[in-house]
């Protein structure tokens, strides 16, 4: 199934190249973004995180370091993906910031577990936020992620600034 998708998105990919029209974005995000997220709420995947001890590692390493790489709007820690929102620093490039999150997660959770491998997927979806009413919709649809994916309040962690907050 992950084959098929990367090979239809490599193929989408050339006939559409950069820079996209905000049509053109959408639509790529509808069919690509869309089939991942529903593959994630409906649970593909180890989920790790699932465990309480492996989701307090990746919620722990996501602020580890506020105010100095990031400062952290809001992020929900789910069975098998993370959603969060964040300001990052410019001198902490966005590949760079993942990577070291990915990496000592990894690391942690699979020394905790015993285990050697992969733990994260290679890549990850990022977004910019354009305007308040794009921040909103971000915020809500972290805030509403566990919801939809029909998780109980055991199986995710949701941390939300005071700025965050704010948002109904």
């Not at 921040?135 to 055991?154: H, T």
Request: hydrophobic share 35%; charged share 30%.
């Amino acid at each position: 199934m992950r084959d098929q998708w990367e090979g239809e998105r490599d193929a989408w990919l050339k006939t559409h190249p950069e820079p996209w029209s905000g049509e053109v974005e959408r639509k790529y995000h509808q069919r690509f973004s869309g089939a991942i997220e529903r593959w994630l709420d409906a649970g593909y995947g180890t989920c790790l995180p699932r465990r309480p001890e492996c989701s307090r590692i990746v919620a722990e390493t996501l602020h580890h370091f506020e105010g100095e790489r990031v400062v952290m709007i809001s992020f929900v820690v789910m069975p098998n993906h993370v959603h969060a929102l964040f300001v990052q620093n410019p001198v902490w490039p966005l590949e760079k910031l993942i990577r070291s999150w990915k990496g000592f997660t990894a690391r942690q959770i699979n020394k905790l577990l015993g285990r050697l491998g992969n733990f994260w997927q290679r890549d990850y979806f990022d977004r910019l936020v354009r305007d308040e009413e794009h921040f909103a919709n971000c915020v809500r649809y972290i805030r509403r992620n566990p919801e939809k994916a029909r998780l109980g309040r055991s199986e995710f962690i949701l941390w939300e600034s005071d700025k965050a907050r704010e948002i109904c």
